[in-house]
């Protein structure tokens, strides 16, 4: 059975950085194809994807957020994290780490979800 | 503003027909696969469709989808008091580089 959690703060102040830990089970990410995303989505309002890491530890990242976003691996810990510096309160919702198979494929399997307000 | 284009809103009685559409460009839906998301109030996504019209298993025969064009459509049939949720579009864009989402549309069954 496939699985994602995910963790971290949540609230962190404006100005901070986020640190978010996605923990998976059922796959291995170093499997060819495998990859793990990130997607949030403020209260209300629609999915907005922000990065992907894949099993040949090449990454994508959302253009208009770049330069702010982090994603790395931990293969023999089965962990994808997502750092995310200068946090404002616009950046308010709900965090997802999700599979896919390729990278053009379907988020098949996602996580429950964390919710990280942005607050001083 | 999303990338991809939805209504903000359907609506249907039990056991109507209701179809939402999704529109993107020769970068995202024109090129590749079109996926759709059922995501129920408090919960997190689960994919409805994938490869633009397969059901992956345990989704009723209810729902499907198709694509032409730059554009593609979910269909309910059969609407049913659980249908109630936010269904999403997303494909990969060619030219961002990364997964694009519809802004999402909110189905409720009168």
């Given at each position: 059975q496939v699985t994602l959690r995910e963790s971290g703060p949540a609230l962190v102040k404006p100005t901070q950085t986020l640190t978010l830990t996605c923990s998976f089970s059922g796959f291995s990410l170093s499997s060819s194809g495998m990859c793990v995303s990130w997607i949030r989505q403020p209260p209300g309002k629609a999915l907005e994807w922000l990065a992907l890491i894949d099993w040949d530890d090449d990454k994508y990242y959302r253009t208009s957020l770049q330069s702010r976003l982090t994603i790395s691996k931990d293969t023999s810990k089965n962990q994808v994290v997502l750092t995310m510096t200068?946090?404002?309160?616009?950046?308010?919702a709900t965090y997802y780490c999700a599979r896919n198979?390729?990278?053009?494929?379907?988020?098949d399997v996602w996580g429950q979800g964390t919710m990280v307000t942005v607050s001083s | 503003q999303s990338v991809l284009t939805q209504p903000p809103s359907a609506s249907g009685t039990p056991g109507q027909r209701v179809t939402i559409s999704c529109s993107g460009s020769s970068s995202n839906i024109g090129s590749t696969y079109v996926y759709w998301y059922q995501q129920l109030p408090g919960t997190a996504p689960k994919v409805?469709?994938?490869?633009?019209?397969q059901r992956p298993s345990?989704?009723?025969?209810?729902f499907s989808g198709s694509k032409s064009g730059t554009s593609a459509s979910l269909a309910i049939s059969g609407l049913r008091s659980e249908d109630e949720a936010d269904y999403y579009c997303e494909a990969w864009d060619d030219r961002l580089g990364g997964p694009v989402f519809g802004g999402g549309t909110r189905l409720t069954v009168l």
């Open positions: 200068n946090m404002d309160p616009m950046d308010t198979q390729r990278i053009t494929e379907a988020f | 409805l469709i994938y490869r633009n019209d345990g989704v009723p025969d209810r």
